[in-house]
């Protein structure tokens, strides 16, 4: 309607000539274009070649929700928003990039498929000369953001290398002269919509609105060219700069595991081996880079050392050597250091850097508490686990070079089926006077309690036992027990590496499981939930799994656990990694806690995905801490920070490390730590305990 009026008054409606002032130009551009293509594609080649020296890994499975996922969170910058300043600045430059070149796109379509879109006047162009404008502002913003944040507030945990500044550079310079060039027409034609296109029209009312038409024209020319081969520089540099990030990180997300984050692959010739069947493999872990996952290599060149690990990861807040950007970044350098000698002297690659002690070093392995802080807070996908697990595989299975505390862990498990080395045939004597019985006398059950090995053989998380019990009772759930036919679930093995342990611990359990037909299953240990739940599975052991915090909190729901005591007063809540960050469960152990009459939630700081690691996973609760601080002396002081002086935990580990850290501080007589379980039963109303 807009546009019928326009015209029947006779105003000339908005347009635009492609290749204004240049001259026959599509030889001149098709030449160079074609130069920077093939460099391009070079560049991409090669960066896949590096790619490829890692081993098989299949990923193509669920291709239709990886390029959702993919593209959702490319597409929102979502992840990269959870951190504002950064996430702010980085979205204003991708989506005014991303619209800058579509608008680059249409100029391409009629000029090089002959479709008039911009020289046909219509309201068309009015749109995109105003949207260009607009988003171009939202670009060069996001350039100054990102450059003040890196070069004027720097942050500590941003490190700054020539590529950094020469793509910021670029990219500003190439907005700059886009703004320009259109400045430039504006004031040669003077259009009544010139105004329109308001930063460029601002640009040529200040420089350029009475210069010469002659003089406007030739320096259109000059910046026309200047601007193009900007562009086709940029576009050639981008496989060999940290441009690269935009495909690889996209790539990054899309092949992001489609399994639970943070699960283990199962070895299946450590499962033959377990199986006493027989296998040609030699070495066992990463021993060397071609070891690792081809999407590890791929993940080195995702990272953007935006520092975002680092900042969340207990053991670099603590001083310890391991550093995940870092250890990303070293994978990367070592990567194409092996590329560039395979090339040159073969497939070994003479002469190349020791994988293990060079390139990473065993207390770099060692110090990681599998907690994924990295992992969780990194905008590209990055799967850090996927190297240190693989390379802590090696170190225990195939050089026996593991901490030496970890020695009598294994030596327990191996012979007792626990860490603590305590006859197994005591498994059950923390039930002793309690009238319970094991599924081989009484069979029936609406779940099983797995114990674990805390909770059977650790005095203080024995106490943590009884209290679920007393609840499971009050509330009318007909439980049951294994006893000592219950094994190690293999977590610690795991994650320290020694997978044929593991794997034979897996296969004890699934069979005795298995054999009494267990459905249901619920444990007060969030390394054994996270064990059972997402990696027995590849075992052949399909149960549901809950962790004792959500049954409580589904129990409290229902009805079937009533509290009645008063006099809770103010708790912090402390999350567990392998609860929270491992499987997304925050809120029921909150929800459990607000059933507790009178209880004040006072949440810290780091909490929830954010949240601080007590320092026990990935088999730290058995080894020394040598180094730094102590990830549990920290994560005390965050907690006594809250004000509240009552501490919940969902965890046996974290139960040990807090209380550790409370006598440490000398807080032992005004600090208390209880589980969620040992809380809820306090406030039991009096009344005879329920059978099982």
Same mark, same amino acid.
């Given at each position: ?35 920077t ?22 990923r ?8 959702w ?77 990102l ?18 500044w020469?793509t910021l ?11 320009l060039?259109?400045? =430039? +027409?504006? @004031?040669?034609?003077?259009? !009544? %919509?010139?105004?329109?296109?308001? *930063?460029?029209?601002? $640009? /040529? ?9 002659a003089? =406007? +024209?030739? @320096?259109?020319?000059?910046? !026309? %060219?200047?601007?193009?081969?900007? *562009?086709?520089?940029? $576009? /050639? ?38 199986a ?39 053991a ?16 990367k ?12 002297s ?28 990295c992992e ?19 170190l225990?299975q ?9 020695t ?6 191996e012979n ?20 319970l ?11 099983l ?21 007393k ?52 444990t ?6 996270n ?5 027995y ?7 549901e ?14 009805g ?13 809540f402390?999350d ?5 960050r ?9 929800k ?12 810290a ?88």
């Open positions: 309607m807009f546009v019928q009026v326009l015209s029947q008054a006779g105003v000339e409606l908005p347009s635009r000539v492609v290749y204004w002032n240049v001259l026959h130009p599509h030889l001149k551009v098709y030449l160079p274009l074609a130069i293509l093939i460099v391009f594609g070079y560049g991409v080649w090669r960066r896949f070649a590096i790619w490829r020296q890692g081993r098989k890994d299949p193509m499975d669920r291709i239709v929700a990886r390029t996922w993919a593209g959702w969170d490319a597409g929102t910058q979502r992840l990269l928003l959870r951190e504002w300043v950064a996430g702010i600045s980085h979205a204003m430059l991708f989506f005014g990039f991303v619209v800058l070149f579509i608008g680059t796109l249409i100029v391409m379509v009629e000029a090089d498929l002959g479709f008039p879109v911009l020289s046909t006047p219509s309201y068309f162009y009015w749109v995109y000369t105003i949207t260009l404008n607009v988003f171009g502002v939202l670009a060069v913003g996001g350039v100054l953001l450059a003040a944040r890196r070069y004027v507030f720097r942050s500590r945990y941003l490190d700054n290398k020539h590529d950094d020469i550079l670029l990219i500003f310079v190439i907005l700059l002269t886009g703004y060039l259109q400045a =430039l +027409r504006l @004031a040669d034609l003077k259009p !009544w %919509w010139a105004i329109y296109s308001f *930063v460029s029209y601002g $640009v /040529a009312k200040l420089f350029f609105w009475d210069v010469s038409s003089w =406007l +024209r030739s @320096a259109h020319e000059v910046v !026309w %060219w200047t601007h193009f081969l900007l *562009v086709l520089f940029w $576009v /050639a540099y981008i496989p060999f700069s940290k441009l690269w990030h935009i495909f690889a990180g996209c790539l990054g997300l899309f092949f992001r595991s489609s399994h639970h984050r943070g699960r283990i692959s199962k070895d299946d010739a450590v499962a033959a081996m377990v006493g069947e027989d296998t040609d493999v030699e070495s066992f872990g990463a021993a060397r880079l071609e070891e690792l996952s081809w999407k590890s290599l791929l993940d080195g060149d995702a990272c953007i050392r935006c520092g975002r690990c680092q900042e969340n990861c207990p670099k807040l603590t001083d310890k050597q391991l550093n995940p950007k870092q250890l990303v970044q070293d994978i350098g070592h990567m194409e250091e092996v590329f560039r000698l395979r090339k040159k073969g497939e070994d690659g003479d002469g190349r850097r020791s994988f293990h002690g060079d390139v990473i070093k065993a207390d770099v392995l060692w110090a990681c508490t599998t907690c994924r802080a969780e807070n990194c905008p590209m996908g990055i799967e850090h686990l996927d190297i240190i697990v693989p390379m802590r595989q090696y225990t195939m050089e026996t070079a593991f901490p030496q505390e970890v009598n862990v294994f030596k327990g498990m007792n089926n626990n860490p603590w080395q305590i006859g197994s045939n005591k498994r059950f004597d923390w039930a002793e006077g309690m009238g019985k094991p599924l081989s006398e009484d069979p029936e059950h609406e779940i309690f797995f114990v674990g090995c805390a909770g059977a053989f650790d005095d203080r998380a024995i106490k943590v036992t009884k209290a679920f019990i609840l499971l009772q009050a509330a009318g759930v007909k439980f049951g027990l294994l006893g000592i036919e219950e094994g190690c679930c293999g977590e610690t093995a795991r994650r320290i590496g020694n997978e044929y342990l593991a794997q034979t611990l897996i296969a004890q359990n699934i069979e005795t499981l298995n054999g009494y037909k267990v459905k249901r299953i619920v007060t240990c969030p390394h054994g939930y064990t059972l739940k997402n990696e599975p590849d075992f052949g052991g399909q149960f799994v809950l962790h004792h915090t959500e049954l409580l909190a589904e129990l409290v729901a229902q079937r656990l009533k509290l009645g005591s008063d006099g809770a007063g103010p708790v912090t402390h567990s990694c392998y609860l929270g491992y499987n997304k469960v925050y809120d029921a152990p909150r459990a806690l607000r059933a507790v009459p009178g209880l004040e939630l006072k949440e700081a780091r909490r929830k995905r954010k949240g601080f690691c007590c320092g026990a996973g990935g088999g730290r609760m058995w080894m020394e801490e040598n180094e730094g601080s102590r990830i549990n002396s920290e994560r005390t002081a965050q907690l006594v920070a809250t004000g509240a002086k009552t501490f919940a935990v969902a965890c046996p580990y974290c139960l040990t490390m807090i209380s550790d850290g409370i006598k440490e501080k000398d807080l032992d007589e005004t600090h208390k730590v209880f589980d969620v379980a040992e809380l809820l039963a306090r406030h039991l109303p009096e009344q005879d305990p329920k059978s099982t």
